[in-house]
């Protein structure tokens, strides 16, 4: 994979220093520029260089699933993933079925998470001109669900399903497109629905309203509180949100519905086979610069970055790396059982 980005190495000043820190050169992956895995990841990456741990070089813009791939494979030392997809590998299931259940489950093994975070809650988009007052109107349009490879169109596809009944190419057009090119899409009217993951509040949106007002579409309340749709929005990976009609201004984004949707799980992954100390020493300067990440942007405090482990639930099957274990633990993290 090409690396896009490379972090410039800190380097160490005094021979005694240079002794006894020798620097580790890392390789990880992430998601484009902009967005809350990348975000993390470059995080994690300049508070290792800070501290003269590691030199760590960041793939930007990359397949996430892939990432999941290469990290387990041993060909990154590090890399975002999202929650889902653990499960889909461990399982064979979806983007990950020619592997199979149990090289999936033996490839899950080499899977450990330094942190998880909320990746940012999904964002159903349309223009207030565009005909789409509900989620029964996008019968017959054209909706980007995703990019081609990874995990967000099955879920995407599956939540219309549950609200509407509607299914792809039967009931509407399924856009699959890479990451970026689903705003464009919007813009050029070649797309009548984005679905997409974003921060809250989501970086995209300005875009989309320098063309006109946008309505978000939230869950409809009868469907956000039933027992089917409460059961897919606590699957591996996803949890039930809100966005906020206060998030925007109200001139130029309409908030539906109470703005009722999911939030998305990430993991920063590790291989499991990482020196333990490295990690530690990594993620205790990662846990350190915490305090000051929060003001890096207006939806840093929405990553919920401080919980250590949020999204990490059981099903996931994945747990942290020793290193970071004891770094979490150190910093006063309650850790649940089965991520030890």
Not at 2 to 14: E, W
Not at 227 to 232: I, N, S, Y
């Amino acid at each position: 994979m090409k690396i896009t980005s490379v972090l410039a190495a800190f380097t160490i000043s005094g021979a005694l220093a240079t002794a006894s820190m020798a620097q580790e050169t890392l390789s990880s992956a992430t998601a484009d520029v902009g967005s809350a895995p990348h975000f993390v990841m470059t995080s994690l990456a300049s508070a290792a260089e800070g501290e003269g741990l590691a030199n760590v070089q960041v793939q930007e813009g990359q397949a996430l699933t892939r990432v999941q791939l290469a990290v387990a494979r041993g060909e990154l030392d590090m890399g975002t993933v999202p929650v889902v997809t653990l499960f889909l590998m461990k399982r064979g299931l979806a983007m990950y079925k020619d592997l199979g259940a149990e090289e999936g489950a033996k490839l899950t093994e080499n899977l450990t998470a330094i942190t998880g975070f909320n990746a940012g809650v999904y964002h159903v988009m349309t223009f207030a001109d565009s005909g789409v007052n509900d989620w029964a109107d996008i019968k017959g349009k054209r909706v980007f669900v995703g990019a081609p490879t990874g995990g967000a169109a099955a879920q995407v596809q599956s939540m219309i399903q549950i609200i509407t009944g509607y299914k792809p190419g039967d009931d509407y057009e399924a856009i699959k497109l890479d990451w970026g090119a689903d705003v464009q899409g919007m813009l050029d009217g070649k797309v009548d629905v984005v679905i997409r993951p974003g921060t809250i509040p989501a970086g995209y949106i300005d875009r989309l309203t320098s063309a006109g007002k946008v309505r978000l579409l939230g869950v409809p309340e009868d469907v956000f509180s039933s027992e089917g749709f409460t059961k897919f929005a606590n699957a591996p990976g996803t949890l039930p949100a809100q966005i906020d009609q206060s998030v925007y201004d109200s001139e130029s984004v309409e908030v539906l519905n109470g703005g009722n949707t999911l939030s998305i799980g990430l993991a920063l992954t590790a291989n499991a086979n990482l020196d333990e100390d490295l990690v530690y020493n990594v993620t205790k300067a990662y846990i350190a610069d915490l305090d000051g990440l929060r003001g890096a942007a207006p939806w840093v405090p929405s990553l919920n970055l401080d919980q250590g482990v949020w999204g990490l639930t059981p099903i996931a099957g994945i747990k942290l790396h020793p290193g970071a274990l004891r770094a979490w633990e150190e910093a006063g993290v309650s850790i649940p059982d089965h991520l030890k």
